[in-house]
């Protein structure tokens, strides 16, 4: 079982970004803590981070080729992007919508995302601990 994680626009500066909402711990930390939890689950990782969309949608694509699911921080493309959920779409893998800081209770136009029609799950508002229950929601899904 291998999983892809994809990271958005801005997430390769956490623990510099504002480190109010989105915490001290760098993208490093975030990759370490999700090997970690993985390490007795049977399940290998693909991370990947960028700031422009269509180097996602290159990335998803590439999913298809050997990767069971999709762990996805779509960051800012999140309220604006079209292009991500198509490409989730198009390869039909089950991808969970991950955000560190709970999207309700800030500037409204955060409020919509254009990703979670296109996944099987939206966690958000629990920091770091989302992932981990994305890779649990990816993996009762694959059951
Ligand atoms: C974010 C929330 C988005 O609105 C924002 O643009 C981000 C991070 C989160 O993880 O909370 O870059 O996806």
Not at 63 to 72: H, P, T, V, W
Not at 78 to 102: N, Q
């Amino acid at each position: 079982m291998k999983f892809l994680i994809i990271n958005g626009p801005n997430m390769n500066m956490l623990g510099v970004r504002e480190p109010e909402i989105y915490g001290h711990k760098t993208l490093k930390d975030l990759e370490a803590v999700i090997w970690a939890y993985c390490s007795d689950k049977g399940v290998d990782l693909e991370f990947f981070q960028s700031n422009s969309e269509g180097a996602i949608v290159d990335a998803i694509q590439e999913a298809l080729k050997d990767d069971d699911g999709i762990i996805i921080n779509p960051a800012a493309y999140t309220h604006t992007s079209i292009a991500i959920p198509d490409a989730i779409k198009a390869v039909g893998l089950p991808a969970v919508e991950v955000h560190l800081s709970d999207l309700n209770s800030r500037e409204s136009y955060r409020k919509h995302s254009f990703t979670s029609e296109a996944c099987i799950a939206t966690i958000m508002g629990k920091g770091f601990d989302g992932y981990l229950e994305a890779v649990d929601t990816l993996l009762q899904a694959l059951k």
